[in-house]
């Protein structure tokens, strides 16, 4: 049911407090000093102690795969590899003994996806699943998994499913880090609280959507838009381009930030909206330059900001503030204004959110 909004992808990226919640509730333990993760007791010694974990998905999934390279690699030192599941399981890759490989799937019935696993697993891997749809074939053919708790997802652009999965990995790769002695169990309990303050953030965000929508209103006839981030909001980049072409069909591309002077900077003219999702993290000042470089060439930026920045807001012709956070969590706040500011351009462009031409909920072909 939709009660009051006008349309599933609303009330799915509204539910969002609710749905990070659900899924960490009862994983996060109640002394808030732990994190249990029931689906992968049995094989967490194996996975403590893999060579490496390869992470398998598409679109949005994969995005979400992204997250949790950076996050493990950080926190827990094991070498990862993000790879979309229609390349990995028709190339040639290896696959060791040790190896981990884990499909993320919101449907649990991607065609690619599920293919990819059974290669995997015919090689000896040890097969782990985050899926949203319980019972799905892709949650039947993993050895073990977890499940995000983000309820039906109707829309078919996934927001409320991307941010569980970014939930679980989170939680994922802070326990994998606490087990291989790679974080105090102080850093542990502190990046725990980082996760429980989420929802409230979100939350906070959510109330600034009048804001979101003045300024997708400004930009609704743009013919193309560029996303830009670094290290953990680089995934976001891509997830907020992917987000507003899939249902404005207005056409954009998600980049590292740093890779824009490698050709995308050819686009940018004063046509060009160029969303900038930033945090006050280590890569601050770099985002701050990337800036200068678009507004030298007459772009408009839109900058993802959290509230205590003083720099990029002076710069940006339009801002959507998030709360600050943590840099390990703050890909959870930093997507949900492009998830609202991709509805709005949609919606005033006349097109189908809920279910863009083109597109299923499920990809159950190749
Ligand atoms: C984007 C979107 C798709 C899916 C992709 C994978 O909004 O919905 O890109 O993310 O088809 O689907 P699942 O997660 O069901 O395997």
């Given at each position: 049911e939709k009660g009051d909004f006008e349309h599933?992808?609303?009330?799915?990226?509204?539910?969002?407090?609710?749905?990070?919640?659900?899924?960490?509730?009862?994983?996060?333990?109640?002394?808030?000093?732990?994190?249990?993760l029931g689906g992968l007791l049995d094989v967490f010694p194996k996975i403590v102690n893999?060579?490496?974990?390869?992470?398998?998905g598409c679109g949005t999934s994969w995005h979400a795969a992204l997250v949790a390279e950076y996050l493990i690699e950080e926190y827990a030192r094991i070498p990862?590899?993000?790879?979309?599941?229609?390349?990995?399981r028709y190339r040639?890759?290896?696959?060791?003994?040790?190896?981990?490989?884990?499909?993320?799937?919101?449907?649990?019935?991607?065609?690619?996806?599920?293919?990819a696993l059974k290669m995997a697993k015919a090689q000896g891997a040890l097969i782990l699943g985050i899926c949203n749809v319980v019972g799905s074939s892709i949650a039947r053919e993993t050895d073990a998994g977890v499940y995000t708790h983000a309820g039906t997802e109707i829309g078919v652009a996934s927001t409320k499913a991307f941010t569980a999965q970014v939930t679980v990995l989170t939680l994922f790769a802070f326990k994998l880090a606490k087990e291989r002695g790679k974080i105090s169990?102080?850093?542990?309990?502190?990046?725990?609280?980082?996760?429980?303050?989420?929802?409230?953030?979100?939350?906070?965000?959510?109330?600034?959507?009048?804001?979101?929508?003045?300024?997708?209103?400004?930009?609704?006839?743009?013919?193309?838009?560029?996303?830009?981030?670094r290290g953990y909001l680089f995934p976001v980049a891509l997830e907020g381009a992917l987000k507003l072409k899939e249902i404005s069909y207005m056409h954009a591309e998600g980049y590292a930030a740093g890779e824009m002077k490698h050709g995308p900077i050819a686009l940018v003219d004063d046509n060009l909206?160029?969303?900038?999702?930033?945090?006050?993290?280590?890569?601050?000042?770099?985002?701050?330059?990337?800036?200068?470089?678009?507004?030298?060439?007459k772009g408009n930026v839109i900058a993802v900001v959290t509230e205590d920045d003083n720099g990029l807001r002076n710069m940006a012709n339009d801002l959507f503030e998030v709360p600050e956070s943590h840099p390990a969590v703050a890909a959870l706040l930093a997507v949900v204004p492009l998830q609202l500011f991709a509805y709005y351009i949609a919606v005033m462009r006349g097109c189908n959110v809920d279910q863009p031409r083109n597109l299923?909920?499920?990809?159950?072909?190749?």
């Open positions: 599933y992808m609303l009330k799915e990226i509204f539910e969002q407090p609710k749905t990070i919640q659900d899924t960490y509730r009862g994983r996060i333990k109640a002394d808030q000093k732990e994190i249990v893999a060579n490496r974990i390869i992470i398998i990862v590899e993000v790879e979309y599941a229609s390349e990995f040639k890759p290896i696959i060791n003994p040790g190896d981990v490989v884990m499909a993320i799937s919101q449907s649990g019935e991607t065609a690619d996806t599920l293919a169990q102080e850093l542990y309990e502190q990046l725990i609280g980082e996760m429980l303050a989420i929802p409230d953030k979100v939350q906070t965000i959510l109330l600034s959507h009048p804001n979101i929508k003045k300024v997708a209103e400004k930009y609704k006839d743009a013919i193309n838009a560029l996303y830009l981030g909206p160029v969303v900038v999702v930033s945090a006050k993290d280590s890569y601050y000042e770099k985002v701050v330059s990337n800036i200068q470089e678009v507004k030298a060439r299923a909920k499920s990809v159950t072909v190749e």
